[in-house]
């Protein structure tokens, strides 16, 4: 029986963000294996993490299944090369979670919306008060904040005034900003294992 997110004793966590984050985003999205490029510096900054003690979940918007262009065993192979490629660089994934649906679906899993971090917490015991959010998007440090992460962390660059300006309608300011998952890791590290932050 997993541990109950309140007792304590829930190991932190960091929820990431696929496409833009571990890997280049593309507007066409990413369709087959092909596509798939690690950013620089994403492998070793998931070993790094992973060496830290920290859990590590993929929450990744997928609509990509959702319009057809993509099955869902395509995004499985994806994931499974994804997560043999990490594992061979030093990093786990605890899980991998993905919501497959358009927008236009209005499903409770697609974020913002916290359906998916809900799910990996019952899944595997974990307290949202423990974990970090990571994104690309405004969406993904909307989830973060609904869910009741203990901090989020926006990354890249290119659109990243596009990605605050949004946030800043929702009155939301990301914990840190960063120009990649390599440039948060510390701060990550920091956040969820030091016992003197508040």
């Not at 496409?19 to 087959?32: C, E, F, M, P, T």
């Not at 993929?58 to 043999?84: C, F, K, P, W």
């Not at 594992?87 to 899993?109: N, V």
């Not at 913002?112 to 799910?119: K, M, N, R, S």
Request: proline letters at 6%.
């Amino acid at each position: 029986m997993s541990p109950s997110p309140a007792n304590g004793n829930c190991a932190p966590v960091v929820f990431l963000d696929r496409d833009g984050v571990i890997n280049r985003d593309s507007d066409r999205y990413i369709k087959r294996w092909a596509e798939f490029v690690f950013l620089p510096g994403s492998l070793e900054a998931l070993a790094r993490l992973t060496a830290a003690g920290l859990g590590l979940v993929v929450i990744t918007n997928q609509s990509a299944v959702g319009r057809g262009m993509i099955s869902l065993a395509g995004l499985q192979e994806i994931h499974r090369r994804m997560t043999g490629a990490i594992e061979a660089a030093g990093g786990r994934l605890l899980d991998i979670l993905f919501c497959p649906h358009r927008p236009d679906e209005a499903c409770d899993c697609r974020k913002p919306a916290t359906g998916l971090i809900a799910e990996a917490c019952r899944r595997h015991g974990l307290d949202p008060a423990r974990a970090v959010m990571v994104g690309d998007r405004a969406t993904d440090i909307r989830c973060g904040r609904g869910a009741g992460c203990r901090a989020t962390v926006l990354v890249g660059v290119d659109d990243r005034a596009r990605a605050l300006a949004e946030l800043s309608q929702w009155g939301i300011v990301p914990d840190r900003v960063a120009p990649d998952l390599a440039g948060a890791c510390d701060w990550i590290i920091r956040c969820l294992t030091d016992p003197d932050l508040p």
